[in-house]
Structures are given as structure tokens and as C-alpha cells.
């Protein structure tokens, strides 16, 4: 996925044509929304840099056209919102899987601060330390940034996103972990698996 990344950011120009925009609405029969308009880059199972095959990514990169701040990010699906006391940039959210009842999935926002982590872009109805707060679909979280971590090296403006399993005591499992996450291709309606390799802009494939 380097390519359209690269591209992403050197060819501005060609942003209207890669772009997916789903303005809150879910494909057809897909339970999810996207959380966030822009380039679909980098996708789930991705050994692209910075990641490799040992190291696959374990969500989706979605690359906002703005200024950090500017470019919204909202929940995929109805559920319950936590913020960790520590947490500058992202928030997590408990749901019932739509797709397997009976079985307790999460999604998960992160880079919604300022590249030096000084300004958090999450909304201020989710401050640190929230725990379990009920949030409906398409509920505001916050802004997409680029705020990676501190010490790590500085990264574009997006968001990433991912689908987390549930340990044995009922929590979310380490993101970071491609194994503690799922596909979100059927979740979204859209081919966001690298295996299928994709064009973009990635759109709705659901009843092709």
C-alpha cells in the first residue's frame, strides 16, 4: 500500500480521485459505518513500511485532506466509549458483535492529537478516564492528527482503526497484535483485507 500512500502525499492533486466518502453511511447490509472520509492506505494484514511480514498492520490507515484537527472521526457502531487516563489520542468502544452474537468486540481510534501530543483532538464530552459511556452510531469521538507516540517518529495526518477481540477477562485485547484483531471487511461492507488487494478508491462491494 506504499504506492497510493506516497502518492497521497506528493501528488495532492490526485486526492479527489482516491478518496472514499461515505458521509455516515454504511454500505448495503454492512452493520459499520467508516469512521472517517479520505484514502483507504494502509489495510489490514498490510506488510507495508513501516510494517513487514513478521509485523503486519492491524487496521485500516484512513488519510484525512485537511489540517490536522479539521477532519472528523466518528464511532463505527452503537456501544460503550473508554478513555484511559494516559490516552492523548484515542478511545476504544465495546460492542455486541453484530456479525457473532454472543461475542464482545471493540473498536479502536488513535492519532487524534497534535504530532507533538501537546493538543488532543478528541471531543471533550470523552475526557480522560471515561469509562464505558454509551455512544450511538455516528457519534463524533473527534479530529483525525498525528500524534504517533512520544519518541516515535512523525507520521501524516489519519486515523487508524481497528476491530480488537476480547480477552478471558472481558477487556480488549493488545491492538498492537495482529492476531487480537479481526478483518473489518465484513464489518464495512469493503475489500479492506490486503490478501484482496484492493484498488482506490476502495468502495462498498457488498452484493457484487
Given amino acids: 500500500s ?19 466518502i461515505m458521509n455516515r453511511v454504511g454500505c448495503p447490509e454492512a452493520p459499520f ?12 494484514n498490510d506488510p507495508a513500511a513501516p510494517y513487514t511480514l513478521l509485523n503486519t498492520h492491524t487496521g485500516i490507515d484512513v488519510f484525512g485532506d485537511g489540517e490536522p484537527g479539521t477532519v472528523p472521526v466518528y464511532a463505527a457502531y452503537p456501544g460503550w466509549l473508554s478513555r484511559l487516563p494516559d490516552w492523548r489520542s484515542s478511545v476504544i468502544i465495546r460492542h455486541a458483535d453484530p456479525l457473532q452474537p454472543g461475542r464482545t468486540i471493540w473498536t479502536y481510534y488513535t492519532h487524534m492529537a497534535s ?16 469509562v464505558e459511556q454509551p455512544v450511538e452510531q455516528g457519534v463524533l469521538l473527534g479530529y483525525q492528527g498525528e500524534f504517533a507516540g512520544t519518541g516515535r517518529p512523525p507520521i501524516g495526518l489519519h486515523l487508524h482503526f481497528s476491530i480488537v477481540l476480547s480477552d478471558d477477562a472481558g477487556s480488549f485485547r493488545n491492538e498492537a497484535v495482529i492476531g487480537n484483531t479481526v478483518d473489518p471487511s465484513p464489518y464495512l461492507g469493503m475489500r479492506l483485507n490486503i490478501t484482496d488487494a484492493p484498488r482506490r478508491p476502495i468502495t462498498c462491494t457488498i452484493g457484487e
Fill in 33 to 44: 459505518i467508516l469512521p472517517s472520509d479520505g484514502l483507504i492506505g494502509l489495510l489490514w
Fill in 2 to 20: 506504499n504506492d497510493p500512500i506516497t502518492r497521497w502525499f506528493t501528488d495532492p492533486a490526485s486526492r479527489p480521485s482516491m478518496t472514499t
Fill in 115 to 130: 504530532q507533538d501530543g501537546s493538543q488532543s483532538y478528541i471531543d471533550e464530552a470523552f475526557p480522560p478516564g471515561t
